[in-house]
């Protein structure tokens, strides 16, 4: 089998049909590649970049398209390598090796149909049974009656688990309201009582995560501000707390992680293993989430999960790309020994029910193992149809100038 030709597809839909995630982001873009072969094969990947900035995507995959075509898939890694090496003075970190993760993801769900066999056992076997799972619910939506809804709605669909945000998010007569505190005592007194009202809530039993997100806010906590924040949740056994600083500081993650019984969690916008090594070597995470649609490849995925393993660290995958990065965080988490928890969106909305079909199986709040063969994903002619690409649907941070308005 060789490859002929090499394509992206970029699409547009609704985000969720969670209604309270809803609430702050309406629309999602996605960017698919597909490989094509002198067989009736396709390898489709998604790249989490296409959530970002759809529009860069194709002609980083027209870049890379030279390098497979007249290739087979029997040696990925080296298929990787040179894609990499092409792009060398750019794509070390960041765009480009997030582009070629979705390349080389479609390059294992080919492989993965051509012998018949789910992804994971290529990339090593599976490692685990079954593996817990999180919803993951974005804000905190309020008031804190709104909030106990989410989390009841979670628990509903079959959820033991769930990770809610810093700050609070509120619809008003006015319009939205987002709360992000900022000083330290004010912070910490906001999260302390949150994070005590969700276990008078839910009570202990229940897998309880909350997320800084200050890998994507303007106003971002020092690490003052995060040691009186996971200070306050202490008392309150959360599985972790996920983003609590920038990653412009790996120094001050690892003086968190000494200084709180909390697991910090972090590494949803870390790209490759060259800049995972900056973070792991310093003991920045107690847990890693690397993304197996973002990190720069599935065996990226792996390097990360076994560089971590070896420090004492575990993974919880990180996802929210469309279907493709959902199954391919699947896969890539049963495939590593130390991943204690996968991220699933919860009543998930067409991009992914449609691209994921009936290959995803939550039972008794654990996620089972996908059985088809390759990733498991379907990017057929009526996806294509109904959710055509629109363009500037990407996610971004506003800012003055450039406001994201759904």
Known sequence: MKITGIRTVLLTGPSTDD??????????????IEILTDTELVGIGETYAGYFIPE???????????????????????????MYQTGNYWCRVGLGVAVINGIEAALWDLKGKMYGVPVYELLGGRKHDALPAYATGGPSNYPLERLAAKIDFYLSLGFRGFKIGAGSHE????????????????????????????????????????????GNNVVTWDLGVAQAVLRAVEPYGLFFFEEPLPYTDPWSYAELCRSTSVPVAGGECLTA??????????????????????????????????????????????SWASGGGFMQNLH?????????????????????????????????????PPEVAGLGIVLDDRIRERYPFVPGSGEFNSVPGKVLAD
């Open 56 to 82: 860069a995507v194709p002609p980083i995959v027209d870049f890379f398209a030279p390098v497979l075509v007249g290739q087979g898939v029997e040696n990925i890694a080296e298929l990787w390598r040179r």
């Open 171 to 214: 619809e008003t007569s006015d319009g939205p309201v987002d709360f992000v505190p900022a000083s330290a005592s004010q912070a910490a007194d906001f999260e302390g009582r949150k994070a005590e009202f969700v276990r008078r809530h839910v009570g202990m039993d229940v897998w309880f995560c909350m997320d800084g997100h200050m």
């Open 19 to 32: 209604p309270y995630l809803r609430e702050s982001r309406k629309r999602r873009s996605a960017a698919y």
């Open 332 to 368: 890539a988490g049963f495939a590593a020994a130390n991943t204690v928890i996968l991220e699933i969106a919860p009543a998930y909305g067409g991009l992914h029910r449609e691209v994921i079909a009936d290959t995803f199986t939550l039972k008794d709040g654990m996620v089972m």
């Open 273 to 318: 293993a060259y800049e995972w090594r900056v973070f792991a070597e310093q003991d920045a995470f107690d847990i890693g989430q690397p993304d197996a649609a973002f990190t720069g490849g599935m065996l990226e995925f792996g390097q990360v999960a076994a560089m971590l393993g070896a420090r004492g660290r575990n993974v919880a995958t990180h």
